[in-house]
């Protein structure tokens, strides 16, 4: 058995209580790092986990013959050595999927969950109306075997597009990610399998914990529109929608973002706190 534990940053503080993060794909823990520091440190003891293949985390050497499901696994026992032991847990795009599936796996572990500009599930389906094209998922796969690097940087770009300021925004962005590592090409080829095979959908439904759905209004991947579907399948769960921001809120609308988690966590640890 295949056994990797991902590769967490751990921003002390003073603070006693955890907060994780788990990024999307693409991404690595320096995507948003300065936000992390400057925003939450303040307010929580900080664990910046990075996927498989991604930024200082070793990729998962796996059969060829994987399926989805085993793939799926693989992912979370490797996300789950990096846990805390009691934690707030937050993901954002490919990490919220992951983050809802550890939230089930280990209800004693996670204190509240937050999706951010994230869903229960990545693609359409004849049930699923909000969310991105089984061909233009297949596009990304194929254009991935023959330039990996122009198909990462073309969806750092697709990430801001819609945002308020999206130009500059892209360019301060491009500017940021330049000079690091790109992910390793097994770890975005599983990272899109995973994007294309994982169903969240009746595991939201049962799962029992203080949510926050964060999504930007102008997200071109995770369309605002979901929260009508989200609201059916998780009605106690919050939503809120960042205004005049696309697939990173947190890069575009640092602070507004910062505010509503940080707004969600006070009132969470609120109504946990003993009588």
């Keep these: 058995m295949i056994k990797t534990t991902c590769h967490s940053d751990i921003l002390d503080s003073d603070q006693a209580e955890s907060l994780t993060l788990i990024h999307g794909w693409g991404a690595d823990n320096q995507t948003w790092l300065s936000w992390a520091k400057n925003q939450l440190q303040p ?17 998962l050497d796996l059969p060829k013959n994987t399926d989805d499901q085993s793939l799926n696994e693989a992912w979370l026992m490797a996300l789950a050595e990096a846990l805390p032991e009691r934690t ?6 490919l990490g919220g999927l992951l983050a809802q599936q550890l939230a089930a796996r280990y209800p004693d572990k996670i204190q509240s969950l ?22 233009l998922l297949a596009d990304f796969i194929q254009a991935l075997t023959i330039e990996a690097s122009t198909v990462v940087k ?6 801001l597009q819609g945002s308020d300021n999206a130009r500059p925004l892209m360019k301060q962005l491009t500017a940021q990610m330049q000079d690091r590592h790109l992910p390793s090409l097994t770890g975005l080829m599983q990272g899109l ?5 994982i169903d969240n959908r ?3 439904s ?40 696309s697939h990173m809120p947190f890069f575009s609308h640092p602070q507004p973002t910062a505010e509503a988690l940080l707004q969600f966590l006070h009132t969470t640890s609120q109504h946990k706190a003993p009588a």
């Design 206 to 245: 049962q799962l029992n914990l203080p949510t926050l759905w964060l999504l930007g209004e102008k997200d071109p991947l995770i369309p605002a529109e979901i929260l009508q579907d989200i609201q059916a399948l998780q009605p106690h769960s919050q939503i809120q929608i960042i205004e005049g921001a």
């Design 154 to 159: 073309k969806f750092w770009r697709l990430q």
């Design 88 to 93: 707030h847990l937050l993901g954002w795009s």
């Design 43 to 59: 307010h929580y003891q900080l664990h910046l986990i990075e996927l498989p293949g991604f930024g200082q985390s070793p990729s």
């Design 202 to 204: 009746q595991l939201l």
């Design 193 to 197: 399998r995973l994007l294309k095979a």
């Design 114 to 135: 937050t999706c951010l500009a994230s869903t229960a599930r990545f693609t359409q389906n004849d049930g699923w109306q909000w969310a991105v094209s089984p061909p």
